[in-house]
């Protein structure tokens, strides 16, 4: 009977020591003792609004310092549209720091993602998005797609165009489309010197010729096939206005 007695002694002490800590680390007691009064946000980032991340962590910070659930709290604002990647810390007695970075996107890629200018495919968020390129590819060649644009993107800069779409094929076959609407036809082998040997040509070419080029087809050894659009209609001059007799 006193070994009972005192092993329910026990149990009781312990139970008396453990509920005032488990108290606290939830929030239950004196979460008011320990109020959180700093939030402290770092990284580079424009997409995600400093109101967006206090509206994320808010209810994790309303029972104190001890109750914050550092876990939940960064897989929530992890996920929030943009954010590449979170960390989160408390510092005694008051401060919540929050370290935040975005994907940088440098193309659309398919239908409903996004490529950054790492090189990492992510989900586009439903929100308006800049004027971005279209690249289409297997994803495992995001690095061949950045450096193919890297590649085009200065060639033609000289005659005002942009690359407004690249693709690359499971066969391996390179094009692009230029902001004026011309789609050209790099096909595989070496993209890189056709493509630089082309846009060298391509302003004489423009020059020459003032009708609009719809394709260029540079899968020729020795040059490359254009096709043209029709020519721009003559602009009509302003009528001169007839003079009336007087009577």
């Given at each position: 009977m006193n070994a009972l007695l005192r092993i329910a002694a026990w149990l009781l002490a312990?139970?008396?020591?453990?509920?005032?800590?488990?108290?606290?680390?939830?929030?239950?007691?004196?979460?008011?003792?320990?109020?959180?009064?700093?939030?402290v946000v770092t990284g580079e980032f424009r997409q995600v609004s400093d109101a967006r991340i206090r509206e994320v962590v808010r209810?994790?910070?309303?029972?104190?310092?001890?109750?914050?659930?550092?876990?939940?709290?960064?897989?929530?604002?992890?996920?929030?549209?943009?954010?590449?990647?979170?960390?989160?810390?408390?510092r005694w007695p008051d401060r919540l720091e929050v370290s935040l970075s975005e994907y940088r996107p440098l193309a659309r890629w398919g239908k409903d993602r996004l490529l950054s200018e790492n090189g990492e495919i992510f989900p586009a968020p439903k929100v308006a998005l800049p004027t971005l390129p279209q690249f289409d590819a297997p994803d495992d060649r995001a690095a061949d797609?950045?450096?193919?644009?890297?590649?085009?993107?200065?060639?033609?800069?000289?005659?005002?165009?942009?690359?407004?779409?690249a693709s690359l094929s499971p066969r391996g076959s390179w094009s692009l489309r230029l902001s004026d609407g011309t789609d050209i036809e790099i096909g595989r082998g070496d993209p890189a010197a056709r493509l630089s040997r082309f846009a060298r040509l391509m302003p004489r070419l423009l020059s020459t010729d003032k009708r609009p080029l719809l394709r260029a087809d540079l899968r020729y050894t020795n040059g490359f096939a254009l096709t043209w659009g029709a020519a721009p209609a003559p602009v009509d001059s302003v009528p001169k206005p007839q003079a009336q007799a007087n009577t």
């Open positions: 312990i139970t008396l020591v453990t509920l005032p800590v488990v108290g606290v680390l939830n929030g239950w007691i004196a979460g008011s003792r320990w109020p959180m009064r700093h939030l209810p994790y910070v309303r029972h104190g310092f001890f109750a914050v659930d550092l876990e939940s709290m960064q897989a929530q604002l992890a996920a929030l549209p943009w954010v590449q990647k979170v960390e989160v810390r408390k797609m950045i450096a193919f644009h890297n590649l085009a993107r200065p060639l033609f800069l000289g005659i005002g165009r942009q690359v407004a779409a």
